[in-house]
């Protein structure tokens, strides 16, 4: 038996997640997600977003979650920030790390940030740079990299191209996200495989939605191609802007499930994170979107 | 580009679904599902059980359903029989193939049936000899195998031994069923692999339940693995009586949608697929268990 492999979890719920609530989680709540989350094991918890209040009402207590926050040492609270005045703000609330957002999708980008991909990376340089200089660990989003709500198809080039850009501006880590969860397992190995042949897989995360139910075949599929980092959130929180009813981000619980089905190590404390599951998703109003933490609520 | 390869999806929501089921749906509405399920482009569609009406009053209208049926030519219509008794209502309804059912747990067939694994199969023997000689087709299941909610573990040489053991009565194809969802997919692949070391891979089916979130990442393993016969259930009907408020079954159309994005055939228009799913859940007053007919159902 060969020891085995960490893998490592980036858990997004409590910004990506609940950054499509239209109700207002209150800032404690999001505190103590975090805190419980934390506890579990995982070694990744993006904490909130730096990004406009007027876009994101959600994120306008950013500050307020991250001054209320008791940090663990030795995890990471990476946070999303979209500009120049996003970075302000994060520096002001003492965060180690950022995270960039882009799109490998035209449309998605001149929808998004009414700019195209050029102008988006030319927009993020400056960010990255700044942060870098400040002494933080940056990471990057490259979302739409299976398909784009807006124009459809997207090229595997442009994923790279993106995915390069973002790596040259010093991100430490590229998370290739199916915005949508459209993406199937061999096409989704085959655009991990090509940016990985110009980005190295270690600097590689997938981010799989499970809209159509294919997040887990699809990490699956990576895993085996050689991802070792994947972003998934606290009991399927996130649900998907671009398809009414849809079920969003792949739910950390099953991921875990999975991972350690699979013999990978994660860290995570399964029974503990179902736990969570159940009480974000209570705390919401609504079942939780995960498999697993269904099972053990009743 | 090769041919594009085809898999035989064996639908099982009309039987395997709504066994479970404890509201008595009418045979009218069965006889529909089927029949949609059918216009849909599958080609097998499980019609319903002869099993005792005391064990499962859902399937009391066995003979009702089959005689108000309208069936394509070309097409299969299996009927589940547990016994010679079975098997004589099975004929008298004029059916062409049944399948079998055991499992490769100790503990689940005396809870199931009070026999054990070779009490089991002695039973199932006459059955599938007595169809064969009346020209029938036999398929069988094998269940648990890949734990039991009674003794937990099940070996892999268990299930060896019964799929050899069900294949030897002339059973023409072995579904092996991970009944209770805690299936991952290395271990469902060195588990098929066993398997298809004794009974040849192109007689063999895979069958998961979504319990877990993990059948597709399954189903994608042991497709690469070689198999090219799967169990679904339109909707996602059946839930799990082994674990309340669970995910039963695979849904139908989450796996197409799947196959296709592998590029794979099956025949099935999904979209109609989609519309029969959404049709059935409101008929059973829920919402569909798949991820893929929520996303159009609004």
């Not at 070694?43 to 406009?52: G, K």
């Not at 609504?286 to 009743?298: E, H, M, Q």
């Amino acid at each position: 038996m060969s020891t085995p492999e960490f893998i490592k979890i980036v858990e997004v719920g409590p910004r990506d997640g609940l950054q499509n609530e239209k109700q207002l989680v209150p800032a404690a709540t999001k505190i103590a997600l975090i805190e419980k989350l934390a506890a579990c094991g995982l070694p990744v918890v993006e904490a909130t977003s730096f990004v406009s209040p007027k876009w994101v009402p959600q994120m306008a207590d950013a500050g307020e979650v991250l001054a209320g926050l008791q940090r663990r040492p030795g995890l990471s609270y990476p946070v999303l920030v979209p500009n120049l005045q996003g970075l302000e703000r994060a520096l002001a609330a003492g965060v180690q790390e950022i995270a960039l957002f882009t799109a490998a999708s035209e449309a998605f980008n001149r929808k998004n940030i009414n700019a195209g991909i050029d102008e988006s990376l030319a927009r993020l340089a400056p960010v990255a740079e700044q942060a870098l200089a400040q002494g933080l660990k940056v990471r990057a989003y490259v979302s739409t990299v299976l398909g784009c709500p807006y124009q459809g198809e997207v090229a595997v080039s442009e994923v790279v191209r993106v995915a390069k850009a973002v790596a040259a501006m010093g991100c430490y880590e590229v998370s290739l996200g199916d915005t949508i969860g459209v993406g199937t397992p061999k096409k989704a190995v085959a655009m991990l495989k090509a940016v990985a042949a110009e980005v190295p897989m270690p600097r590689l995360a997938v981010h799989f939605h499970d809209t159509r139910g294919t997040a887990l075949a699809n990490v699956y599929a990576c895993l085996e191609a050689g991802v070792r980092v994947v972003d998934a959130s606290v009991g399927g929180l996130g649900g998907c802007p671009y398809a009414k009813g849809a079920t969003g981000n792949v739910a950390t619980e099953d991921l875990v499930y999975l991972l350690h089905g699979l013999g990978y190590t994660t860290g995570v404390d399964l029974e503990a994170l179902c736990e969570v599951a159940r009480w974000i998703s209570a705390e919401l109003g609504r079942p939780p979107a995960s498999r697993l933490a269904r099972i053990t609520a009743n």
